[in-house]
């Protein structure tokens, strides 16, 4: 590009190039320049015609939602996905599972008491725990709550009153709970059955060798076996439940069985087919 002649010059005599404009500023006028480039015989006047092009679009090849995407579970147990849960609807119980980080002692030795404690007080206003039972590492819960911020509350509140109680009873301190907390709804008479069976027989799915009733769950407080069991002196550590499917429309299906084994993990009871 030809540089802007110098304050205080003169205009270039012949046409072409460089004007001054009113405000006194110099200006290339394109124009005038390739006239003048004609006339001196530089430029050919005659151009070739060219083709437009179309210029291809490159894609780029990570991020978005394709198979495999995503972090890496950095532990032995892929844990719950960190996705929207479900909204609670209050005429629906729900199945509840608590998982503890790997290294703590068993939940059904020492902490117990203080497990079961906790468990017993947690049903307070529109959150009622009705049966539950506690494994080595994890509890599983049957649950109700009158409205979706209760369901949550009542949930937090737990998690947060069975943390403090084990580390109290452990004599440690820290986090206790070594995932979010999975929860699914149950809709239907069936999918609260199998619920009821996967809670209260669920030791059997982890000892082959079990019998009778889980002394570490609320199976002994259940009225609803096919062979009514010896029902415990002391007083239930669960509420009652309000809903329909809770206390009517499962038994639709039969008592339960006490040899009945789960024979599916929670996220898979719509599919359980029990006779």
């Known amino acids: 590009m030809r540089a802007s002649p110098a ?3 003169q205009a ?18 394109g124009d005038c320049h390739l006239t003048s480039l004609l006339a001196s015989g530089n430029v050919c006047p005659i151009k070739m015609p060219t083709t437009p092009s179309q210029l291809a679009l490159v894609i780029r090849a990570w991020g978005g939602r394709r198979a495999g ?18 909204r609670h609807v209050a005429r629906c119980p729900a199945h509840v599972t608590l998982r503890a980080i790997s290294g703590l002692p068993s939940l059904r030795a020492e902490a117990f008491p203080a ?4 468990l017993s007080r947690a049903s307070r206003g529109p959150f009622r725990v009705l049966h539950w039972s506690v494994q080595r590492d994890h509890l599983h819960l049957l649950v109700e709550a009158d409205s979706p911020t209760g369901f949550v509350r009542g949930v937090q509140g737990l998690t947060t009153r069975l943390a403090k109680a084990v580390n109290l009873a452990l004599g440690r301190h820290g986090r206790m709970w070594g995932d979010r907390y999975h929860a699914r709804l149950l809709r239907t008479p069936r999918e609260v059955r199998n619920a009821l069976v996967y809670v209260l027989n669920n030791w059997r799915k982890h000892c082959a060798a079990a019998r009778g009733l889980d002394a570490y769950s609320t199976a002994g407080w259940f009225r609803d076996w096919r062979t009514p069991p010896v029902q415990p002196v002391a007083p239930p550590p669960v509420a009652r439940a309000r809903t329909w499917l809770g206390a009517v429309g499962w038994r639709r299906y039969g008592p339960l069985d006490v040899d009945e084994r789960p024979r599916h993990g929670p996220a898979r009871l719509k599919d359980t087919r029990i006779h």
Do not use: L, M
């Open 115 to 118: 497990v079961r404690t906790a």
């Open 69 to 86: 995407a995503g972090r890496r579970p950095t532990r032995e147990r892929v844990g719950v996905p960190h996705r929207a849960r479900d």
């Open 7 to 9: 304050v205080g010059a």
């Open 12 to 29: 270039p005599a012949q046409r072409g190039g460089w004007h001054r404009r009113r405000c006194r500023s110099w200006a290339f006028c």
